[in-house]
């Protein structure tokens, strides 16, 4: 079993930064691709960045040059560093954890950290 906690959400001026992290235990966190996703209220949940066990990153266009996902496979955390914030990234963000195998796929969340963007 996988147990995710985000932490770093608030509330953040237009133009301002957060930094989001997300602290895993329970498992061979190397092993996990992970990803940062959110949920604006009336939206579906969408996939903001990922990075995989080989640190290979990708992210969703609107965020494309102002988010940048990481990793510390040693202290089990992942991280989003959001710059240039805009009223739209308002959401709860998640944190993901995914493992996959020729069958399936196994996906863990967090319990998610508001951010509001807002003057």
């Known amino acids: 079993q996988v147990q995710l906690v985000e932490s770093g959400g608030g509330l953040v001026q237009p133009g301002g930064s957060l930094r989001l992290s997300c602290a895993a235990s329970?498992?061979?966190?190397?092993?996990?691709?992970m990803g940062w996703y959110r949920q604006a209220p009336g939206k579906q949940r969408e996939l903001v960045a990922g990075?995989?066990?080989?640190?290979?990153?990708n992210y969703a266009d609107s965020v494309k040059g102002r988010f940048t996902i990481s990793r510390d496979n040693a202290k089990n955390m992942v991280y989003l560093q959001m710059n240039s914030l805009k009223p739209d990234d308002t959401a709860v963000y998640y944190c993901?954890?995914?493992?996959?195998?020729?069958?399936?796929?196994?996906?863990?969340w967090g319990q998610g950290t508001q951010v509001t963007v807002s003057s």
């Open positions: 993901n954890a995914r493992y996959t195998i020729p069958i399936g796929r196994f996906d863990y």
């Open positions: 329970g498992t061979i966190f190397s092993n996990y691709d």
């Open positions: 990075i995989t066990s080989g640190i290979s990153t």
